[in-house]
């Protein structure tokens, strides 16, 4: 007796296999492209030079000599890789280092690092909550969010993106679904790039007895005067019980990070399997994220937001003027908040598609996001930018748009 289903057939006769096969004949297809050099403004890609539209770098310290010189120093110091967890034989001075500094720059007890982004989000998430608990989350969170709530087989009670009345709707009914609360927010959303309405969002679990965990993956390194993220933005710290971070954007390396009371960051230190049963970054990994957020907290790090975000709101508002339909900067308590992602919706896959490869042909790379990353129907290009950009850069890839659009064939 055998099975009746042959496990790999998913894999052979998925419901876009046609559409990934004619991208691929058609060269169309926008991932795995590869970098031939480092993420600058200008990358090397593919044989040419490219203007990078498309990096989390917000502030362009991957090429910092100081942050280079901070992962060689870690790597001369401590070897290639720690080949343990941080539990086990994993954690150094840097890690220990790290975490001190990363709690005084949010202004909390304490700070735990992870190996990525996406375990911070799982370890913490996925530890805090039991099957008998309830985690409210915005349909926009990033996939790390919702795999963590998967994984902890809490209740799940979504809302739709940014619609608060849900939201207050969903804490209504998880009052009486005898655990505990925890809502789970993206601070600034990674595809759109929209901030969330903190304030208001603190209110209502406030009045409602949750939790609230904000991710600042987007907006750590780039919103607020300390860089700190949307909740400082928003003048919400002490509001947001729980914050993430990750190493992967403006702090320029790989890694993550939770800051939050010292208590409940203690049980995530003996209880977070994603904290115990993965190995450490590497040592080069944390000693350039540790210089990053040296260079972040220092007087330079307020002239590098200054900068991304004047760029931000330059390429919306050129994109803008050229007739695309730009995401605009969300408006909270009458500020304009501009972030450095600037997602132009462009609709349909297939189309989206097109001009990606236009504007890739011409000399450019940007995200393209299709469903499953956004709504069917919903698909953007998704450019982000870094203070490292010129005026320059930002002109000619307005110009590319512009020509890109042109080029493709009328609906
Ligand atoms: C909002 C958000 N949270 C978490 C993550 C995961 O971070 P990392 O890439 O460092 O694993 C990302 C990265 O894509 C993100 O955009």
Known sequence: ????????????????????????????VPYFRTLEGEAGPVVRMEGRDR??????????????????????????????????????????????????????WMGTDDAIVFTAGYLANVGCIGTLLDPGDTVICDSGDHASILD??????????????????KLEQMLGRAATDGGGVLVVVDGVFSMEGDVADLPRIAELCSA???????????????????????????????KV?????????????????????????????????????????????????REALRITRSPEGAELFERVLDNARYLSEGLASLGFDVIPATEIDGRTIHTPIVPALIGDDWKAALMWKVLYDAGMYVNLAIYPAVQRGGALMRTSVMATHEKEHLDRALEMFDAARASLPAE
């Open 241 to 289: 019980d729980i914050r993430m971070g990750t190493f992967s954007k403006s702090l320029a390396s790989c890694g993550g990070f939770i800051a939050g009371p010292g208590d409940v960051l203690e049980f995530l230190r003996y209880q977070s399997r994603a904290f115990m049963f993965t190995a450490s970054a590497v040592p080069a990994a944390v000693g350039a994220a």
């Open 148 to 165: 963590a709530v998967q994984m902890s087989r809490a209740r799940i009670r979504p809302f739709r993106h940014n619609r608060l009345d």
């Open 1 to 28: 007796m055998t099975t009746a289903i042959d496990l790999f057939d998913k894999a052979r006769n998925h419901e876009r296999l046609e559409l990934l096969r004619a991208a691929q004949d058609a060269d169309m």
């Open 208 to 238: 409602h007895g949750a939790r609230l965990m904000v991710d600042e993956a987007h907006g750590a390194g780039v919103l607020g005067a300390r860089g700190c993220g949307a909740s400082e933005l928003l003048g919400v710290e002490d």
């Open 51 to 104: 203007l990078m539209l498309g990096s989390n770098n917000y502030l362009g310290l991957t090429g910092n000599q100081r942050v280079k010189d901070a992962a060689r120093a870690a790597l001369d110091e401590y070897g290639t890789a720690l080949t343990g967890s941080r539990f086990m034989n994993g954690t150094i001075p840097l890690h220990v280092a790290l975490e001190e500094e990363l709690a005084e």
